[in-house]
């Protein structure tokens, strides 16, 4: 497998997580942020995702630096993975394209903006992609690989083969819309459930039982249309026919999330979001899902070295 070196700006939750994908994968990796405190708490981070999932801990062939230029020039692949913030995505972009080197491969990890918004004005611009990795990284295989007006399909090509190569599972999106595919969904999908709550129709409790213990435990094993072709295509449109018009479509957030935010209820972080929650219980719920995920990650990883 040819190395390349790869470049994460930004060593939070995702950036962490993607230097932890591609490290294992034997590639040199070295992680950039503005903050002193990000980069001495990213080894530790790194270490204990390798460790979740019984990897070499590979932490020492990392590089964790705070010069933006010594992390992009060698690099044939820079990941963005810095605030959800256009004017900072831009500005660090602009900057990154100066230094990197002319084949360089340009990604972004942002969750909802436009791709073409962030490189507007890039003379690299054909260079630049979307590359969104889902939370955790090390933990979840898909990255949706987006691919914006001026995205060269060479760009997008190698993306996909990197990212194949390494053994994440890249989708192509081909058109640059907000949400891209995943986010379009799973929203799409909170919009009803908080508008049912909202209703009085069930509580949060309910309507996660019914996600979890009702179609949600087959969605990893047979997508929505897949289930359409399966029940037949026929049903699908007969219900959507009924129900289509009862559906919630409040434009905007819907004003029940808009009063817990105000009351500041904003989940485990403040004790009280559509449950009430304690430290403890918050923490079981995060070790219940990491240790699911974790143990469906070893699985596949076993699988492939078989
Ligand atoms: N958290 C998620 O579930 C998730 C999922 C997919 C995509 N994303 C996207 O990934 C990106 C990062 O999200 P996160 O959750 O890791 O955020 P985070 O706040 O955990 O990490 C961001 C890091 O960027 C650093 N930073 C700030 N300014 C910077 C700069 N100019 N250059 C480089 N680094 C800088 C911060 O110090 C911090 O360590 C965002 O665009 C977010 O929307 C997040």
């Not at 640059?176 to 929203?187: A, E």
């Not at 435990?217 to 007969?238: C, F, H, K, M, N």
């Amino acid at each position: 497998m040819e190395r390349i070196h790869i470049a994460v700006l930004g060593a939070g939750r995702m950036g962490c997580g993607i230097a932890q994908v591609f490290a294992a994968a034997g590639h040199p990796v070295s992680l950039y942020d503005t903050q002193p405190a990000a980069l001495a708490a990213a080894p530790a981070t790194i270490a204990a995702m390798s460790r979740a999932l019984g990897q070499e801990e590979r932490v020492g062939s990392l590089v964790f630096t705070g010069d933006l230029a010594a992390a992009v020039r060698p690099a044939g692949l820079v990941i963005e993975a810095a605030p959800e913030n256009l004017a900072l995505k831009r500005e660090l972009f602009q900057r990154v394209e100066a230094l990197a080197g002319e084949q360089a491969l340009l990604a972004t990890n942002t969750s909802a903006i436009a791709i073409g918004e962030i490189s507007e004005g890039m003379a690299a611009a054909a260079r630049l992609c979307g590359m969104h990795f889902w939370n955790p990284p090390h933990l979840v295989r898909l990255v949706e690989v987006v691919q914006a007006d001026a995205t060269a399909d060479t760009t997008i090509q190698q993306a996909m083969s990197l990212l194949e190569s390494i053994g994440m599972s890249p989708v192509h999106v081909r058109r640059d819309i907000p949400g891209f595919i995943g986010n379009r969904l799973q929203h799409a999908l909170k919009r009803e459930a908080i508008a049912l709550v909202a209703a009085g129709v069930c509580d949060a409790a309910t309507l996660d039982k019914v996600v979890k213990e009702g179609f949600g435990s087959r969605l990893g094993v047979i997508g929505p249309l897949e289930q359409s072709d399966l029940v037949g295509v026929d049903l699908t449109y007969a219900i959507h026919r009924y129900l289509n018009a009862d559906l919630d479509n409040t434009p905007g957030a819907h004003p029940y999330l808009e009063s817990l935010v105000k009351d500041g209820k904003l989940g485990m972080k403040t004790g009280e979001g559509f449950y009430t929650w304690t430290d403890e219980r918050g923490r079981e719920v995060k070790a219940r899902m990491d240790e699911f995920l974790a143990r469906q990650a070893r699985e596949k990883l076993s699988g492939q070295s078989s």
